[in-house]
């Protein structure tokens, strides 16, 4: 099982970035995928997940301004943001559980500065 994650980069305060998450060995429409998120000197934060029934959770500090979906013929998680905020800088991941192992995409780096 592998994830790979990508779409991050440099956007102004109140811009949009989506990310993708890529998975080889594993349908992800039968798993939960979570993204979570880590600031430097800051614990990992669970931001969004999405269940293979597709329901989908959010923390409270980004309802509203991210979207989490999938698309199954591409196997890949998206993780939409809108009206960034620079608290959102942070190196973004995918993980997944399978088969009683965890599984973690490497991180791509979102910075939100003007």
């Known amino acids: 099982v592998q994830l790979q994650a990508s779409g991050g980069g440099l956007v102004q305060p109140g811009g949009s970035l989506r990310l993708s998450c890529k998975g080889s060995?594993?349908?992800?429409?039968?798993?939960?995928v979570r993204w979570h998120r880590q600031a430097p000197g800051n614990q990992r934060e669970l931001v969004a997940d999405?269940?293979?029934?597709?329901?989908?959770n959010y923390a409270d500090s980004v309802k509203g301004r991210f979207t989490v979906s999938r698309d199954s013929a591409k196997n890949t998680i998206y993780l939409q943001m809108s009206s960034l905020k620079p608290e959102d800088t942070a190196s973004y991941f995918c993980?997944?559980?399978?088969?009683?192992?965890?599984?973690w995409g490497q991180g791509t780096q979102v910075t939100v500065s003007s």
């Open positions: 993980n997944t559980d399978f088969r009683g192992r965890n599984f």
């Open positions: 060995g594993i349908v992800f429409r039968l798993n939960t």
């Open positions: 999405i269940t293979g029934g597709g329901n989908t």
